[in-house]
């Protein structure tokens, strides 16, 4: 069985700081693992995908993120953080490419002026 | 052009009423899907359909039956509507179950009120 896990509900960081959003997985199979971001009242937005190739993917809105297969991780990242960044911020797995979309718990990113 | 629509945007209700959101792809993509997202914004997979044909169904009251016409479409209607069926609900879509192309896209989502 699938599972994924994003330890933190909340992080906060000021504005112009790295940011850090966590995210380790679970599955039998190969993982195609994602990150979403969804605004206040909104749908969610597809920010990267990890597929298979270089474990650093570059994504949306200068984020980035990098997976880890010895620690089962896809953190999420950004240099500079920007108050428009806060958001609540989604990692999703799927097992193989036809696997259902399982998301995280969801981490809710505070970026402060 | 809006890529996954879903209407209505928002729905209030009475309980033990039965009601449907509506869902349409125009992205070409054959599989659609619908997500429940709580209170505490936990979002959980309800159903998949690839090309008109129910591949996921998770754990969801029958009360709940989703009804594919097309592959651009996946609505869901919703038979005696309770208290705990208060969330948003979201529709999303992908380009097919194989392949790396595979993140989907969120329609905006309906939240329903049941009162």
């Known amino acids: 069985a699938q599972s994924v896990a994003q330890p933190e509900d909340q992080v906060n960081v000021a504005e112009g700081n790295p940011l850090t959003v966590k995210c380790t997985y679970s599955v039998s199979g190969n993982p195609y693992l994602f990150w979403y971001v969804q605004y206040p009242n909104r749908g969610l937005q597809f920010l990267l995908k990890?597929?298979?190739?270089?474990?650093l993917v570059k994504g949306s809105y200068g984020f980035e993120a990098e997976f880890n297969k010895s620690q089962t991780s896809f953190h999420l990242k950004k240099p500079s953080a920007l108050v428009s960044d806060s958001a609540l911020y989604f990692c999703a797995v799927r097992e193989n490419s036809w696997g259902k979309l399982q998301f995280g718990a969801g981490t809710q990113v505070v970026v402060t002026p | 052009d809006t890529a996954v629509s879903q209407t209505p945007k928002y729905l209030v209700t009475q309980m033990g009423n039965d009601k449907s959101i509506k869902c349409e792809q125009n992205?070409?993509?054959?599989?659609m899907y619908w997500y429940k997202q709580d209170s505490k914004k936990f979002l959980k997979i309800m159903f998949s359909?690839?090309?008109?044909?129910?591949?996921i169904n998770e754990t969801v009251p029958n009360r709940f039956s989703p009804k594919s016409p097309d592959k651009a479409h996946l609505n869901l209607h919703i038979n005696s509507l309770e208290l705990g069926d208060s969330a948003v609900y979201f529709c999303?879509?992908?380009?097919?179950?194989?392949?790396?192309?595979?993140?989907?896209?969120f329609g905006q989502g309906t939240r329903l009120t049941v009162v």
């Open positions: 992205l070409g993509h054959d599989t």
């Open positions: 999303a879509s992908s380009r097919n179950r194989g392949g790396g192309n595979t993140e989907a896209f």
């Open positions: 359909y690839n090309n008109k044909e129910l591949i």
């Open positions: 990890y597929i298979t190739g270089d474990n």
